[in-house]
C-alpha cells in the first residue's frame, strides 16, 4: 500500500526514520519542510526525501502520516497551522523525549481524533541529518502514547509505521512515559552532566584527571556531548517529574556519603550486589 509521510524539521531523527521507511521495501513518499532547508535538499538528493517543502501548506493535506520533529517551544504553533490543513485520516504524531506538554495542546485544540504521541529512544550524542541512518532505528523502542480519542484502527497504523522502520512499538500513557523517562534518560545526561562540571572544577592545572579518565568516565559522560539547546527544552517540559526523581537521587548521595564517612562495614558490597541484580534483570 502506498504511504506518504511528511517531516516538519529534519535533522538527527527525522532523518534516520526517513532513511529506515525508505530502506523498508514498502512504497513510501517522504516529503519534508524544515527551518533550515539545506539538510532536506541534501536528503533529496541522497534519495530519501522525494520532495523538498519550503513552508507547512496545503501540500501536506494528502499526507497519511506528519511526523513534528521540531523544537518543543514551535509545536504549538505547528499544530494549529496543520489543524486546518491534514486530511481526517491522517496521524500526525511528534518525536519528543516529553509527552505531557504537547498533549495537553492537542486537547487545547480539539486535535485528539488526529494525534498519536510518539517518542523513538534513539539517538546519539551527534546531531543533524548528516549522522542520520536507518540503523539508529534498529531494534529501537519506539513509546506510542496514545490520546483518548485514538482508535484501535490508528493505532494499528501507527505501529505498522513503526514496525517499518524496525523499531519496537511500546504502548504506553503518556504521563506513565514522561516519569519513566525523567528516571531513565533526563536524569542520567544531568548526572553525566554534572560529573564533567565536577572533574572539570576538580582537576589541576596539568589536568591529571583528565589524562587518567578512561573507560568507566567515557561510558558515564558520553552524554554530556548531547545537544545543549535540546536538553534546555527537554528538562524545562519535565521539570516536575525530573525534580522529583533528582530530589530522591540527592537522598541516596546523601546516605552513600554517610556510610562512606562512617565507614560500614559491608554497606557498599551490598550496594553494588543490589545495583547489579536489578541491572541484571533488564532485558537485552
Known sequence: MDCKVGFIGFGLIAGSIAHSLKESGSNYTIIATSRRLEPVYEAKKDG???EVLDSVDNRLSDCDFIILCTPVITMNDYLKQLKSIVKKSCI???VGSVKTSIHNTVKE???EDVFIGGHPMAGSELTGYSNSSSAIMKNARYVIT???K?????LERFKALVCDMKANPIIMDYTIHDKSVAAIS???HLISTALVKLVSEQDDDDRHMQQLAAGSFRDMTRVAASSPEMWDQICASNSQDISVL???YIDILNEIKKNIDNK???YVNELFEMSREYKNSFKK
Open 48 to 50: 530519501v526525501v522525494d
Open 150 to 154: 485514538t482508535t484501535k484502527e490508528q
Open 186 to 188: 533526563h536524569l542520567p
Open 146 to 148: 496514545p490520546t483518548s
Open 92 to 94: 500526525i504524531t511528534d
Open 109 to 111: 485544540l480539539d486535535m
Open 264 to 266: 560500614t562495614p559491608g
Open 246 to 248: 533528582l530530589g530522591d
